[in-house]
């Protein structure tokens, strides 16, 4: 079975231009998460979907950041215009719906890492 | 709200040696208990978890780790580390919201393997 999908693998661009990334989740899973990860840190939640709906973005930075999951399945995080301190990991993840026995875990992509110059 | 403290940014240990990794937590509530491993340039992958039940877990690579509540803590152990072992480790908590609830990381162990 296919794990969490995540592209591109890395990224390299100039301050203020426009990234983004994309992520198919685990076959099933109604849940998906976008996690930062800065060097040296633990991953923390930028945004957390159930099935379309963002139940959890508190996080977002809203005024560069935006995320959709229109179908309910792959997802999209953008940041637009990129800044230097946006250079990190960002890892997408997912699981399965809430109420379910193996719902408790959490299973994640391989990252996108960004750089910006 | 809920904390993760990794006590040691680093753990140094030879080949074969025992390894123990750190992890404390504060929750008001009851919690779910993960360690995830990430080694270089890869995502995380989940070692072991305590959601219920025996408070001793047993996971992947030969890892263990005990739940104790009174000390809230989730130390990570393995009776001999193996070069393959070198990663950063990462305890996280999930609150009594289950499966609702969200994932919170502590800032890593970063554990090196000596010949």
């Known amino acids: 079975e296919a794990g969490v999908v995540q592209s591109p693998r890395y990224k390299i661009i100039e301050k203020k231009q426009p990234v983004a990334f994309w992520c198919n989740p685990i076959?099933?899973?109604?849940?998906l998460y976008w996690y930062l990860q800065n060097l040296g840190q633990g991953p923390e939640l930028l945004i957390r979907?159930?099935?379309?709906?963002?139940?959890?973005d508190s996080q977002l930075p809203k005024d560069r950041f935006s995320a959709e999951r229109l179908k309910g399945v792959d997802s999209t995080l953008k940041i637009q215009p990129a800044e230097l301190g946006d250079s990190a990991v960002y890892l997408c993840?997912?699981?399965?719906?809430?109420?379910?026995?193996?719902?408790?875990?959490?299973?994640f992509g391989e990252g996108s890492w960004l750089t910006v110059v | 709200a809920q904390s993760v403290t990794q006590l040691d940014s680093q753990v140094p240990v030879f080949e074969e040696a025992p390894v123990e990794l750190r992890c404390n937590y504060s929750s008001s509530v009851s919690v779910y208990l993960f360690w995830y491993v990430q080694y270089p340039n890869q995502g995380l992958q989940l070692l072991l978890k305590?959601?219920?039940?025996?408070?001793l877990v047993k996971g992947i690579n030969g890892f263990e780790a005990e739940f104790k509540k009174s000390e809230t803590s989730f130390h990570l152990t393995k009776p001999s580390a193996h070069m393959s072992d070198a990663a950063e480790y990462f305890c996280a908590v999930r609150d009594d919201g289950g499966s609702q609830g969200n994932l919170i990381f502590g800032k890593g162990t970063k554990l090196s393997v000596k010949p």
């Open positions: 979907y159930e099935n379309e709906e963002a139940v959890d």
């Open positions: 076959s099933g899973h109604n849940t």
């Open positions: 993840a997912s699981s399965l719906a809430p109420g379910r026995s193996s719902g408790n875990t959490i299973y």
């Open positions: 305590y959601l219920s039940g025996s408070t």
